[in-house]
């Protein structure tokens, strides 16, 4: 899908949205501001499918009733959404209100998406947010510096609550409930989703269940899947069902498969062993069947092992894994367990006008050891849709976070007691864009320009874009070039990784054959120009003087530290070597040794 669906052209003389009467609001110019708000939160919600993690914005900009701009993040490290209204809207933008679903999340002077609003402060009045940044090292920055430009920023439902502003507010919480849960809980946001029967069966007593739901309600488990960035299922739906778990038609993204396996009793043939698409991880308890893990292992599927293998702690692994969400399509045995471990947020069941009946036959959920139906467990904000000849019955077990009162910032919170610092460790990590120091990282949002090899100056989206595409500059198969361009058009640093990657394994002899000996050089380059491209990156990166830097990926041994801080910590060296270099330190200057495999 084209990048440019972010774009939506209007006409700004005749244009508003469909359905939207204005007649009766003249009085009050505020009175459509949960109206535009819902819209961005519709707007943000087209991202979900085809990349991830990160947060969703939209973005509309609205004069005197009529929409002038509208645009959606893509993704992590394309135009924000405040910029594409801003650039579609064009003079338009004159005295105009700008309605977000999420306060921006710039940071640590990156202000692109803030910035998009200060170049037109003449034009831009006002701006209204939905809800502020989840995040506390980002939660109320972007509204400060609007305010300090001379804004007028509201944010939405903070001075007056209506029917309407709590049904706008409900719309940029769902659209980015995943993050909120991330936020508040420290877990990613799960999904159980299942298929039963209208007696309440999910296969027959025999075992078979294909298919109890509707084709068009299958189409929706797409969709589902690809709006998840992990798909869990147990041993036993490996053993009966052999699935895919793929999206499909569900977007671009393609969730990690995750099998959770006690004894590791599993079919050596499976789909899900087959990664040149897809990853697959299998968690297990610790010491289960040696020989099976390096099976898995040679297939090029992950094994990790856990003390005690329960919901909980895979959850929590998953966490630091950066995921947001997580959609659950096992069994009875391992839904009871995760709804009891209190893991599970939301459920989604497909409802299929049929009946199996059999004494034996598995229902959704197993035992929970309720014995009364006052124990029941109660769904709240309940909805229902008809799919087909399925009905989807869906609702929370877990009410959306919502996060105010404000939650104090640091410095505020450094203001009431100068004593306190968020940065005490002289170990920083960065990992996910969204952290603190998330600008270190490769995915980070930083477009830069260097020369190619006839010395004429590109420009490349972010490192990760550089990196992913000098694995087949130079290479001696004249069908590379081919990848460098489509890795080059990759609309985001994840779909760039993901297509160097998968082209690095699928087809190896495409890669060129002195990579192993220069990748951490390209990267280096890379970063250089990155850092010294951007001033305020630069200062960031030379104020953590006397701090370890380590990329906290828990899967990447090579670049990142590692699940336990075994990993080569490359990237965090590297940036190290060039922080001494912008201090004007030589004691890096030796490099590092590139030796190394990438993992």
């Known amino acids: 899908m084209p990048i440019s669906m972010g774009f939506t052209t209007l006409n700004p003389i005749t244009c508003k949205l ?238 990690m498969r995750i099998v959770m396996s006690q004894t590791l009793d599993l079919p050596e043939v499976a789909h899900l062993w087959d990664v040149r698409e897809v990853p697959t991880i299998v968690v297990t308890q610790r010491g289960a069947r040696r020989s099976f893990q390096k099976f898995l292992a040679s297939k090029g599927v992950e094994v990790v092992e856990f003390d005690i293998l329960n919901p909980k702690d895979v959850v929590d692994y998953l966490y630091d894994r950066g995921y947001l969400s997580i959609l659950w399509e096992c069994g009875g045995g391992l839904s009871a367990a995760a709804i009891s471990s209190g893991v599970i947020h939301k459920v989604h069941a497909f409802v299929a006008p049929k009946i199996i009946g059999g004494k034996n036959a598995p229902s959704p959920v197993g035992e929970l050891g309720m014995v009364e139906m006052t124990q029941a467990l109660e769904l709240i904000d309940v909805s229902y849709e008809q799919i087909g000849a399925d009905v989807l019955i869906s609702g929370y077990l877990q009410p959306i976070p919502d996060l105010t009162p404000v939650i104090p910032s640091v410095d505020e919170t450094s203001a009431i007691d100068p004593s306190l610092s968020p940065y005490d460790s002289p170990i920083i990590f960065f990992y996910k864009t969204w952290d603190p120091y998330g600008s270190f990282s490769n995915f980070s949002p930083h477009p830069f320009r260097l020369p190619d090899e006839n010395g004429d100056h590109v420009t490349w989206s972010s490192v990760e874009h550089y990196y992913q595409a000098h694995k087949f500059v130079g290479s001696s198969n004249p069908n590379a070039s081919s990848y460098v361009e489509a890795i080059y058009m990759a609309k985001s640093p994840e779909e760039a990784a993901r297509t160097g990657r998968k082209t690095q394994r699928e087809h190896p002899d495409m890669v060129r054959s002195d990579w192993d000996n220069v990748k951490t050089e390209v990267m280096y380059k890379a970063l250089k120009c990155k850092f010294s491209s951007y001033p305020h990156l630069r200062s960031m990166l030379v104020s953590t003087v006397g701090s370890v830097l380590v990329e906290a990926s828990p899967h990447d041994y090579f670049w990142g530290g590692g699940r336990d801080g075994e990993g080569l910590n490359y990237l965090g060296r590297l940036l190290m070597k060039l922080r001494s270099e912008f201090l004007g330190d030589d004691t890096h200057k030796a490099g590092i040794s590139a030796g190394y495999r990438e993992a």
């Not at 679903?101 to 990156?110: I, L, S, V, W």
């Not at 502020?132 to 007056?160: F, N």
């Not at 420290?186 to 007593?205: H, Q």
Request: charged share 20%; glycine share 8%.
């Open 18 to 255: 469909p359905n939207i009467i204005t007649s009766h609001h003249n009085n009050n110019h505020h009175a459509l501001d949960p109206t535009y708000i819902k819209r961005a939160a519709e707007l943000s919600d087209k991202s979900a499918c085809f990349t991830s993690p990160h947060p969703n914005f939209g973005c509309v900009i609205a004069r005197n009733e009529k929409v002038v701009g509208e645009g959606y993040l893509y993704a992590q490290g394309t135009t924000p959404a405040e910029v594409q209204a801003v650039e579609t809207g064009g003079e338009w933008c004159r005295g105009a209100t700008a309605y977000v679903n999420m306060e921006p999340g710039d940071c640590h002077g990156d202000f692109t998406a803030v910035s998009s609003f200060i170049k037109v402060a003449a034009s831009i009045t006002r701006v209204v947010v939905g809800i502020r940044h989840p995040l506390q090292h980002l939660r109320g920055k972007a509204i400060q510096t609007l305010r300090s430009e001379g804004l007028q920023v509201d944010v939405l439902g903070e001075d007056i609550r209506t029917a309407s502003i709590e049904d706008a507010l409900k719309s940029c919480l769902v659209v980015n409930a995943p993050l909120l849960y991330r936020s508040a809980s420290r877990v990613p946001f799960s999904v159980l989703k299942y298929a039963m029967t209208l007696d309440g069966k999910i296969a027959a007593s025999s075992g078979h269940a294909s298919w109890i739901s509707s084709k068009q309600s299958r189409s929706r488990v797409f969709e589902l899947r690809g709006r998840s960035d992990a798909v869990i299922v147990g041993g036993n739906t490996v053993r009966k069902d052999n699935p895919r778990l793929t999206p499909r038609h569900g977007g671009d993204h393609l969730p």
